[in-house]
C-alpha cells in the first residue's frame, strides 16, 4: 500500500462515529413517550451528563439503558439520548428534528453536526473553550475505544461542522418550563388576572418565542409583563397588538417552529405542534400524541377548507404560514 493510501488509512480510522453505509437500524427508545421530548437546555445537560458519568463505552451494535431510555452508543445515538427523541436518530436524519443555526448564536445543549462523504458525526455542544469563540467543548460518544466524554475540538475541526438546534428545546426558566403542560384538547383566551396551568404554559411559549415574562420565569399569573410580551409576539407576527393570548395568539405560538411538510403516517415534534395549534385554531378535540393519522388529516382538512387554503390534509408551505400568522 502507498504511502499517501496508508494515511488516508489511518485517517479514515479516527474519524468519528463513521455510521452506517445505508440506513442505520432504529428502534424506539424504551420508557419514553409516543414522541420526541420537549426539554429545557438543563434537562438535555443532565441527560448529556449521565452518559459522561457512567463512562459509556463507543459502540455501534450496543445499546446502553439508564433512566433516561436505551439508547445505540455511538454520536448519534448520545445526541437522540440527549435530546429525549422517539427513536435514535442517525446523521442523515437528524435534521428531521433540528434546524441549523449561525455558529456564534450556540448554546449549551445545541449540537455540532457533520453529514459528510467520509465523516459523519455529531456531538453536544457545551461551551466555548476560548474567547474568540472558535474551538468548542463538547460531550461526544468518539469512535471504539473511547467513552462518552468532554473533548475540546481545535478551530479547524469546530469550523468544519454545522451547528444545529433541536426543534423541541424549551429557552427559559427550567423548573417550570421543563414542567410546564403545553398540550390541551382546549386553550382559552387569556388576559390580566388570569392564572394557572395554562398561563404558564402561555408563558414558557412566549419566551421560546424570545419574548420576556418576568425575571422569575414564567409565575403561572397573566401579569403587566406577560401582557407585553403577548403584544410584542401578536405584533410579530402581523396580529392586532394587545395585551392578550386568544385563539389566534395560541395557534401562532402552539405551531411556532420548523416547517417540514408531514401527512398521515408523519410522527414526532412537528406533528404535536400541528395538533396543539388545530386545537387552538378549530377547536379540534385533538388527542396531541404526536401521531398524524385520520382524525388529524380531518382537522387539517378543516383547518385548510375554513382558511381558504388548498384542501389537501397535508401540512406544507401555505398551512404552516397560516398557522404560524394565527388565521
Known amino acids: 500500500m502507498s504511502a499517501s493510501r496508508v494515511r488516508t488509512a489511518s485517517v479514515l480510522a479516527v474519524l468519528a462515529c463513521l455510521l452506517f453505509a445505508g440506513n442505520p437500524v432504529v428502534a424506539q427508545a424504551a420508557d419514553h413517550p409516543s414522541s420526541d421530548l420537549e ?75 457533520l453529514h459528510g462523504s467520509s465523516t459523519q458525526h455529531m456531538a453536544l455542544f457545551v461551551r466555548w473553550a476560548d474567547s474568540a469563540e472558535t474551538r468548542a467543548v463538547v460531550w461526544e460518544e468518539y469512535r471504539t475505544g473511547t467513552v462518552a466524554s468532554e473533548r475540546t475540538w481545535s478551530a479547524s475541526r469546530t469550523s468544519r461542522f454545522n451547528a444545529i438546534r433541536y426543534d423541541n428545546v424549551i429557552e427559559g426558566d427550567a423548573t417550570t418550563c421543563a414542567t410546564a403542560q403545553l398540550s390541551h384538547t382546549r386553550y382559552p383566551a387569556l388576559a390580566a388576572g388570569a392564572s394557572g396551568e395554562l398561563v404558564r404554559a402561555a408563558q414558557c411559549l412566549l419566551i421560546r418565542a424570545g419574548f420576556n415574562t418576568g425575571e422569575g420565569g414564567p409565575s403561572g399569573t397573566f401579569d403587566p409583563t406577560t401582557a407585553d410580551a403577548a403584544r410584542q409576539f401578536r405584533a410579530s407576527v402581523g396580529l392586532p397588538a394587545e395585551g392578550e393570548v386568544d385563539a389566534h395568539t395560541w395557534t401562532a405560538l402552539l405551531s411556532a417552529g420548523s416547517t417540514p411538510t408531514i401527512q398521515d403516517g408523519s410522527s414526532g415534534g412537528a406533528v404535536l405542534r400541528v395538533q396543539r395549534a388545530l386545537n387552538a385554531a378549530r377547536s379540534a378535540g385533538l388527542t396531541v400524541d404526536g401521531r398524524f393519522g385520520p382524525r388529524t388529516t380531518a382537522a387539517v382538512r378543516d383547518y385548510q377548507s375554513a382558511s381558504g387554503l388548498g384542501v389537501d390534509g397535508i401540512v406544507g408551505p401555505n398551512t404552516w404560514k397560516a398557522l404560524q400568522a394565527g388565521r
Not at 437546555?41 to 449521565?50: H, N, W
Not at 445505540?72 to 446523521?91: E, I, N, P
Open 39 to 113: 426539554l429545557t437546555r438543563d434537562d438535555i445537560l443532565v441527560r448529556g451528563k449521565s452518559w459522561i458519568d457512567e463512562r459509556v463505552p463507543y459502540s455501534q451494535s450496543s445499546w446502553h439503558t439508564n433512566q433516561f431510555g436505551r439508547y445505540r452508543q455511538d454520536c448519534s445515538g448520545y445526541v437522540s439520548m440527549a435530546w429525549g427523541l422517539h427513536r435514535v436518530r442517525w446523521t442523515g436524519d437528524i435534521m428531521e428534528v433540528a434546524h441549523r443555526i449561525d455558529r456564534r448564536d450556540l448554546l449549551p445543549g445545541d449540537a455540532l453536526w
